[in-house]
């Protein structure tokens, strides 16, 4: 898998590409906030898939700012699991109405309030229930790494956020080739659909592809193209209009730079 620098390099290829490039039309009505509607609905039977996809998706922001709020290793993943079991069961994802805004600012809002009001009851908070279990232990491991500077407990959630969509964008893309018989492709494309062209490096994949140059900038096009669009798609479905996603989308680039956003955006 693509290298977390990689990832955060991506940024200026995507910057480049513009918010108005990328074209979804009609296709966005069935797919926004597709995966947060679906666990907020008590009766649909998509539900349980809908919330497994979802704390899959964003349980290490939450962990993460819980850590950098000062809890400890076992009271953050306490704190995490009980946190997404109690979304489920008192359904607050149906709060998350498309006319709230982005999913994304409306999870770590209520992460902050489930921790106000449970603040006295985190060591008595037990793992388990309806919810699939977390992979909290990996969690910790990925929060040694984190820079232990002053960067807030909010500036790291919505860092850690982005991270977490570049990621999946990028498996995703991983998954496609993969299933195509084309895994060795991407193996040696990737770094140039998340950086900056280089006619060195160029030749490099032309030779390891056996390709020529002018067919290796073409194939870097075409994955350049799917990549915008399944990162627009992932987008969508966390945010409340088509208009908001071109916004949404150059957010998360200037978060993969370090750059420090308000958070209550």
Not at 88 to 116: C, D, N, Q
Not at 129 to 142: S, Y
Not at 177 to 196: C, E, M, R, W, Y
Not at 244 to 262: C, D, F, P, Y
């Amino acid at each position: 898998m693509p290298t977390c620098e990689a990832i955060r390099a991506s940024s200026r290829c995507c910057a480049a590409w513009g918010s108005t490039e990328f074209g979804m039309g009609a296709r966005f009505a069935t797919t926004r906030w597709s995966v947060v509607l679906a666990a907020g609905g008590r009766a649909a039977p998509q539900s349980d898939v809908a919330l497994a996809t979802l704390c899959e998706a964003y349980w290490y922001p939450v962990y993460a700012y819980l850590r950098r709020d000062g809890h400890t290793v076992e009271d953050a993943q306490d704190l995490t699991q009980a946190f997404f079991a109690r979304l489920l069961e008192k359904h607050w994802v149906e709060a998350a109405t498309p006319e709230r805004g982005r999913f994304r600012s409306f999870l770590l809002a209520s992460v902050k309030h489930f921790v106000a009001n449970e603040r006295d009851r985190a060591r008595a908070l037990k793992r388990g229930g309806a919810l699939p279990a977390l992979p909290l232990e990996t969690g910790e491991h990925r929060y040694r790494h984190e820079p232990q500077d002053d960067t807030t407990p909010e500036t790291l959630y919505h860092r850690e956020w982005a991270q977490t969509v570049f990621d999946r964008v990028l498996s995703r893309l991983q998954g496609e080739l993969t299933s195509a018989g084309k895994a060795h492709i991407f193996d040696a494309l990737q770094p140039h659909v998340t950086n900056d062209d280089d006619a060195g490096s160029y030749r490099d994949a032309a030779a390891t592809l056996r390709m020529s140059e002018g067919a290796v900038r073409v194939a870097v096009h075409r994955l350049r193209r799917r990549f915008r669009d399944l990162l627009r798609a992932e987008v969508a479905e966390s945010v409340s209009a088509e208009q908001s996603v071109g916004e949404e989308v150059q957010q998360l680039i200037t978060l993969q730079t370090g750059a420090r956003v308000r958070p209550d955006r």
